[in-house]
């Protein structure tokens, strides 16, 4: 199994503004997984991110909204960029150790 | 491409009484299935899988699943629902056994259990 917290929890942002967050795992993992979920429903990958090379981005999200980070195998952040009401969601890493994946507990984002 | 259908957004059922969650998955190969539940401002909890073997299998929280390969089907149940059941279910399925690839999920149904 694999224990995963994410920072920060909630946040509550300006319109044009970025929030970073941060995803860590207690153990080495090969690839992170980042999803945004709408209150309610259900889960969209965003990306995926491999330690040392760039992020596979989804269709529908680019780089330069979602920047993505991976320095080590137990780390890696996401920001969303120049925020609009309509990115309000909840962000959530996930990782796949063997055969199961495991989230994170989520950050609530909420864009005014 | 692999896929995962839930058919009912809300199931309701009350307390004591047997609940059923649908999932049918389309993929090539031979299937690993999971469900996972997600409570008010929680992230996504692993249930259960399926990998091979009993095509009855047990998992967290007295749930229980059953992999029907002619039907294509793994639905989620339990023989007595608690009003702490309530929540929100994702069924999920992988063709792969690898820590590379995500799993794809279904769209959620959102059980409630009445007291």
């Known amino acids: 199994s694999a224990v995963i917290s994410q920072k920060p929890s909630r946040d509550i942002c300006q319109r044009g503004t970025s929030l970073t967050i941060q995803c860590q795992v207690d153990?080495?993992?090969?690839?992170m997984f980042w999803y945004r979920q709408q209150p309610g429903q259900s889960l969209t990958l965003i990306a995926t991110a491999n330690q040392g090379s760039e992020a596979t981005y989804e269709s529908g999200f680019v780089i330069d909204k979602f920047p993505i980070s991976r320095p080590n195998l137990t780390f890696s952040t996401l920001t969303v960029s120049n925020m609009s009401p309509e990115d309000s969601s909840i962000y959530l890493c996930s990782v796949r150790t063997g055969d199961t994946q495991y989230f994170g507990p989520g950050t609530r984002l909420t864009v005014l | 491409a692999q896929s995962v259908a839930q058919p009912e957004d809300q199931v309701n059922v009350a307390e004591g009484n047997p609940l059923t969650v649908k999932c049918t998955y389309s993929?090539?190969?031979?299937?690993?299935l999971f469900w996972y539940v997600q409570y008010p401002n929680r992230g996504l909890q692993f249930l259960l899988k399926y990998i091979t073997g009993d095509n009855l299998v047990k998992g967290s929280y007295g749930f229980e699943a059953e992999f029907n390969k002619s039907q294509t089907s793994f639905h989620l149940k339990k023989p007595s629902a608690l009003v702490s059941d309530s929540a929100l279910y994702f069924c999920a399925v992988s063709p792969l056994h690898s820590g590379n690839t995500p799993l794809v999920f279904g769209k959620g149904t959102r059980l409630s259990v009445i007291a």
């Open positions: 993929v090539s190969g031979n299937p690993y």
């Open positions: 153990s080495q993992v090969t690839m």
